[in-house]
């Protein structure tokens, strides 16, 4: 099982480009990393994910050195409706394992 | 398109009675279910994971007599909560895993269900 470790909470001031890193230091080979945004009394909702380098979508970008024992979400320019709890998962893919457990995520605060 | 639907939203009930949650897959075949809990202000704990047709696999801690998971089918898995007691008052979650492409690549989740027991 691949254990993540985040930092708990930060704060941003909006239009800021926001960078949350995510350790995960035993990924095993198969497996992809997923980022996904949680607000309160809400399932987790899809954010973005990669297996290695760099991966760009329409709300974020997430970068992945070569050794994959970490990764880095990038929010551009945020704004006040991305304040919210954001966890990285490690494991889901094609191939990757049944055991998927979420470590303790960051809690980003967007200051106006 | 991968849409996960859970039901109830919330739940208020008596200690001691049972409550079920469903969690369906609406546009896909979810061969692979978890459920999750989470307290406030804390992370999505896994209890278990399921897949179609089998008995769910529990978390360490987790009691399966306690908490009922039956995955009958490929768009249906259920959590019970057995005899509820205001312990188990916390904000349940269930998410879904196909097998086909673009539905094995990543979790779908329901939008969970507050259960608050009296």
């Known amino acids: 099982l691949a254990k993540t470790t985040q930092p708990i909470s930060m704060d941003s001031y909006e239009g800021q480009e926001v960078n949350i890193t995510c350790s995960h230091n035993n990924i095993a080979t198969n497996d992809y990393i997923t980022w996904y945004q949680q607000f309160p009394s809400q399932g987790p909702r899809f954010i973005i994910q990669g297996y290695k380098t760099k991966v760009t979508n329409e709300v974020a970008s997430l970068f992945i050195p070569a050794d994959r024992k970490s990764s880095t979400l990038s929010l551009p320019r945020v704004s006040l409706s991305d304040t919210a709890v954001y966890y990285c998962l490690v494991g889901v893919g094609p191939l990757g394992n049944n055991r998927l457990a979420f470590g303790k995520g960051n809690q980003v605060v967007v200051i106006p | 398109g991968a849409v996960v639907s859970q039901h109830p939203s919330w739940v208020i009930c008596k200690s001691g009675t049972s409550v079920k949650i469903e969690c369906r897959s609406l546009?896909?075949?979810?061969?692979?279910m978890f459920w999750y809990r989470q307290f406030p202000k804390q992370s999505l704990m896994l209890m278990a994971t399921?897949?179609?047709?089998?008995?769910?696999?529990?978390e360490q801690g987790v009691e399966k007599d306690k908490f009922l998971i039956n995955h009958a089918s490929l768009t249906l898995s259920t959590l019970t909560v057995t005899s509820a007691h205001p312990e188990d008052s916390s904000f349940y979650i269930c998410s879904a895993r196909g097998s086909a492409m673009r539905t094995n690549e990543k979790l779908f989740f329901g939008s969970g269900t507050q259960l608050s027991v009296l």
């Open positions: 399921s897949n179609e047709g089998s008995k769910a696999t529990y």
């Open positions: 546009d896909f075949q979810a061969t692979t």
